[in-house]
């Protein structure tokens, strides 16, 4: 996949703005309809919904059949990113407010350079072992705020574990998009994802006939909106600008949970739980920054020199 390192147009912010917005709304979403679905079920919904839009949007448009190789990795996406993920991230939600969740998960970035570094031979420069350290005083400080909130800290440990997969899920999915399409990536990862939480069910049969309209609702708009819409507007706009610069808008993510969770949930996080959330984010800019490259010095000619 080609990127543009030019200034994006309208269309890619636009792109860019529905899938920040998107992605921070599926906090609020979870944490609200939580309290009828269960978070296997609500995950095994959201996964069918989406699959079924994005087999929409797929139509058409060719398949590409993958290697026995990249099968392994799409496994690993929609098994990590798509199901680990999706349970552990509404199960964590029953234990945190959404924006103090978002933070904890945003850390995902600074993972995906690890598991970069151990598999994809990315290395671990000093900048990164720095943001590590950093990123991890964040997340020990989250632990303290939500523990002295009357939180517990298996809520913690679940953001952890969401974090772990959707790294693992990202890193799984850069070599499959060298040859794949985007969008068949997306689909298959949420079919497998969806396969794996068959389990749930009889559960999500059970939820959904005594979950309120509302919860069902958005069980639907999560499938829709931050599964099928979100991940096609990031491809869309990873197409034409700097994956680097893209990535860093998903810093937006947590602020935006914080402030619509205040004022559709009417919570707020812990003050302790914002400073090592704030600690957070600037542990994982810190192990994005790339190192300044110093021009070389022109050497002067030699007296005499001929050019």
Known sequence: MSTSTTTPDG???LAVGVTVLAWASAFVAIRGVGDDLSPGALALGRLLVGTAVLGVLLAGRGWVRPT????????VCGVGWFGIYNVALNAAERHLDAGTTAMLVNIGPILIAVFAGLLLGEGFPRRLLAGIAVAFAGVLLIGVATRGSGADLLGVVLCVVAAVTYAGGVVAQKPLLRRLPGLQVTFTGAAIGAICCLPWAGVLAGDLGSASAGSIAGMIYLGVVPTALAFSTWAYALGRMDAGRLGVTTYLVPPLVIGMGWVLLDE???VLAVVGGVVCLVGVGLSRRRPRVRR?????AEAGATT
């Open 68 to 75: 026995r190789r990249e099968w392994a990795l799409l496994a």
């Open 11 to 13: 269309r890619t912010l």
């Open 296 to 300: 070389p010095v022109p050497v002067p």
């Open 268 to 270: 707020v996080p812990p």
